[in-house]
């Protein structure tokens, strides 16, 4: 028996030069700078103007931490354009035997063509990044990234040539001295896992690392989910009564492997885990986008804004797009009560949409589209 029970309210650092880091193990490698200390990176600046810092200038407005490039002491993600400079920052991998790898990463940046832009590199641990300097050319994975036009994520399969090397990843910030387009470079949510597909139960605990089949965050849960795919079905436990702040999209899209079932549930006696999810200035913010994707099922997680201005609010709770079986279970969503706000959004061929003790508050609309 379906029920939509609805509620309707209407209502840093310097120039710290170091080598011999300990490397980290995979199969999960991520960094999302919000809890590291600044020493897990090397960050090689010395006397160049535009330097790298780990905090949280690069997100105005958003408790988020990530690594950027500042020329005023990490006040402001903000580059002096009329003086050249090259700087580093890196952390050395150790890539076990077994499968391929892949490396994903967040970005967001201006620059100038081909004079000031973001590299990525991967040397020798031997090698030591030097301020003022290019990494050696043979050692690019991303050779110049700039007019990102806002944050985006880059995706690259690894060579299997690492397997059972260490590798030292260097984020490389380069400037002309000339001409320019704010922001600099910022970095954050750095992963790098093996690229077996998912299978069986995972957990997702906020105060466990990320490893052991348990994630972090939902970011890494989905990061993972859509670039390994399933090779049977998955179960993520949430742990109950844990609070998540998402500031970050989360999406399970098309075009990736996930052919098998997958159930994101609560595990334990305590509340919900609650979501609390930071949009932006769009008016479709949602908790969840799930695009051409198929028998996926919520049960028991609770999604609320946490927005604060109209430059931030939540406008949805989640946001389907051509799929199918999908359930909704036990689940509340809040979003902010706005015109033009939606519960539940559903856009395309929508089939086989399950809703069953849904609260929604302060919603302008509870459900659109081939909700059932
Ligand atoms: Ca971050
Ligand atoms: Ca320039
Ligand atoms: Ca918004």
């Not at 919000?34 to 103007?49: A, G, H, L, M, R």
Request: glycine fraction near 8%; charged fraction near 15%; include cysteine.
């Amino acid at each position: 028996m379906r029920k939509l029970i609805l509620f309707l309210a209407l209502v840093v650092t310097t120039c710290n030069i170091s080598i011999g880091q300990t490397p980290e193990h995979l199969p999960f490698f991520t960094e999302d700078f919000e809890n590291e200390s600044n020493s897990k990176w090397t960050i090689v600046n010395e006397t160049q103007v535009n330097k790298w810092y780990i905090d949280s200038t690069a997100y105005a407005g958003s408790y988020r931490k990530s690594a950027y490039i500042s020329s005023d002491g990490g006040a402001s993600n903000v580059y002096d354009i009329n003086r050249g400079s090259i700087t580093h920052i890196y952390h050395d991998i150790q890539f076990p035997q077994g499968e391929e790898f892949v490396l994903l990463f967040d970005w967001n940046a201006g620059g100038e063509s081909s004079y000031d832009y973001l590299q990525v590199s991967l040397t020798d641990t031997t090698y030591s990044p030097v301020p003022g300097n290019f990494v050696p050319s043979e050692n690019l994975l991303f050779s110049r990234l700039n007019f990102s036009n806002g944050w985006k994520q880059e995706r690259l399969i690894l060579p299997e040539t690492l397997l059972g090397q260490t590798k030292r990843l260097v984020f490389t910030w380069r400037t002309d001295g000339s001409v320019g387009t704010q922001p600099p470079a910022a970095i954050d949510n750095i992963y790098i896992s093996q690229t077996h597909p998912l299978a069986g139960v995972y957990t997702i605990d906020n105060t466990l690392p990320t490893g052991n089949r348990n994630f972090n965050t939902f970011k890494e849960a989905l990061d993972t989910l859509n670039t390994n795919g399933t090779s049977d079905s998955v179960i993520f436990n949430v742990i109950s009564g844990q609070v998540h702040n998402i500031a970050e999209r989360l999406q399970i899209a098309s075009g990736n492997a996930v052919d098998k079932p997958v159930v994101f549930r609560k595990s334990g006696n305590g509340a919900n885990p609650l979501l609390k999810v930071t949009g932006t200035s769009n008016y479709s913010d949602a908790g969840f986008y799930l695009d051409g994707v198929s028998h996926i099922t919520f049960d028991g997680l609770d999604i609320e804004n946490a927005g604060t201005t109209s430059s931030n609010y939540l406008e949805q709770g989640f946001y389907l797009t051509n799929t199918s079986n999908v359930q909704l279970r036990n689940c509340s969503i809040q979003v902010r009560n706005t015109y033009d706000n939606y519960g539940i959004y559903t856009s395309g061929t929508v089939n086989a949409l399950q809703i069953e003790n849904v609260g929604i508050r302060d919603s302008y609309y509870l459900c659109i589209g081939n909700c059932k």
